[in-house]
C-alpha cells in the first residue's frame, strides 16, 4: 500500500516538538513522499522552506513543499522556486490558495493552472507537479463540471499527478475519476484523507471546503461525543473502511492529511 502524509509548517517550540514526534513515527510507514503545506496569502514563506529542509535533513523523507500562487508575485514565486529546486526538491503541490479574509493583495497568478504553466515555462520537468482536485466540487466553482474543466486544464498545463480534497464517499471519487478519465484526463488521482482527531473542528473545516461528512457518521459522532474513546474507535473504523474501498476500486495511493498528529492516522493504518 502506498501512502503520503501532509503536514503543516510548525511555529512553535511545542509545535516543532510534535512534528518531530509525529514525523518519527509516520516515517516507519515508508511514505512514497510527504507534503508541507504554504500558509494562505503567503503566511508561512519562511516556514514551509524551513519545514521541507528539517523533514529531509533530520528525517530522511521527500518532502514536497506546497506552494500557493494567490497574492504572489511572479518574482516571489520565481525565488521560492528556485529556493527548492537548490535544496534538491524534485516535487511541488501547485495551489491557487485562498486569500485570508481582509487581505486582498492582487498577484500575478489566477488560478493553480497558471502557476503549473509557469512551474513548467521555468523549470522544464525538474519537479514532479503536484495540483489538487474536488470530488465533491470545489466550493467557488460555477457547476461539478465547470470544476472538472478546470482541473482537466490544471493537467493540460503539465500537472502530472492529483491529490484530492478529504471526502467521506466512495463514490464521489469513482465517478470523478471516472469522469476525468472521460475528458482524458490521465495522471494518478491519489485520495486525500482526512483522519478525525476532533469532529467539531472538522466540522467547521468542511463547512469551508466543502466537504460533506455523511449524516449517519456525524450523528454518531456526536453521539459520543469529542474525546471519547468510542468515538475514535468509530471514527477510525469508518476511515479504515472508506480507505480500504478506495484501494479495492483502484485508488493508486493514500495520502493523508495528519494536521501534524501521527495517532489518528496511525490508526488507520493498523486497520488496514
Ligand atoms: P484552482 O484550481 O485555481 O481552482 C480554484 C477555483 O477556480 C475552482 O472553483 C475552479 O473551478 C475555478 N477555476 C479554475 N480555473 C478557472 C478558470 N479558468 N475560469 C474560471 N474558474 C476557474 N490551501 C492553502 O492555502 N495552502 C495549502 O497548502 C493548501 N494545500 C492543499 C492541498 C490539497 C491537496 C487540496 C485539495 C487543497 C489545498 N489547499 C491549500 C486549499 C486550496 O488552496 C483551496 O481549495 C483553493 O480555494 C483552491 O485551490 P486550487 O489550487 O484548487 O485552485
Known amino acids: 500500500m502506498r501512502v503520503s502524509f501532509e503536514f503543516f509548517p510548525p511555529k512553535t ?19 512514497e513522499f510527504v507534503s508541507v503545506t504554504f500558509g494562505a496569502g503567503g503566511s508561512t514563506l519562511s516556514y ?27 518574482a516571489e514565486i520565481a525565488q521560492l522556486l528556485n529556493e527548492y529546486r537548490q535544496q534538491g526538491c524534485r516535487r511541488i ?13 492582487a498577484g500575478d497568478f489566477r488560478y493553480a493552472s497558471d502557476l503549473v504553466a509557469f512551474i513548467r515555462a521555468e523549470h522544464g520537468d525538474h519537479f514532479h507537479v503536484e495540483v489538487a482536485c474536488y470530488p465533491e466540487t470545489h466550493p467557488q466553482a460555477d457547476d461539478a463540471l465547470a470544476d472538472l474543466r478546470h482541473f482537466k486544464a490544471k493537467v493540460d498545463a503539465g500537472a502530472d499527478g492529483a491529490i484530492t480534497q ?28 482526512m ?3 476532533n469532529f467539531s473542528q472538522l466540522r467547521r473545516f468542511s463547512e469551508q471546503c466543502g466537504a460533506e461528512i455523511p449524516r449517519w457518521l ?26 480500504r474501498r478506495l484501494l479495492d476500486g483502484g485508488a493508486p ?20
Do not use: W
Open 93 to 105: 503541490v501547485a495551489l491557487r490558495g485562498d486569500m485570508p479574509s481582509g487581505m486582498a493583495r
Open 166 to 193: 478529504y471526502f467521506y464517499n466512495a463514490d464521489a471519487y469513482f465517478r470523478f475519476v471516472d469522469e476525468a478519465r472521460a475528458l482524458g484526463v490521465e495522471v494518478p488521482i491519489i485520495p486525500g484523507i
Open 13 to 31: 517550540p511545542d509545535q516543532h516538538a510534535q512534528l518531530a514526534r509525529s514525523a518519527k513515527r509516520l516515517a516507519a510507514h515508508r511514505p
Open 253 to 272: 495511493e493514500l495520502h493523508f492529511y495528519t494536521l501534524n498528529l501521527s495517532r489518528p492516522t496511525e490508526a488507520v493504518l493498523t486497520r488496514l
Open 48 to 74: 514551509t522552506p524551513e519545514t521541507v529542509r528539517r523533514l529531509k535533513q533530520e528525517h530522511g523523507l521527500e518532502a514536497a513543499p506546497h506552494l500557493s500562487c494567490m497574492g504572489g508575485s511572479r
Open 218 to 243: 456525524a450523528k454518531r459522532l456526536q453521539a459520543h461525543g469529542d474525546d471519547r474513546d468510542a468515538a475514535r474507535e468509530l471514527a477510525s473504523d469508518a476511515v479504515a473502511a472508506l480507505c
Open 195 to 197: 483522519p478525525i482527531a
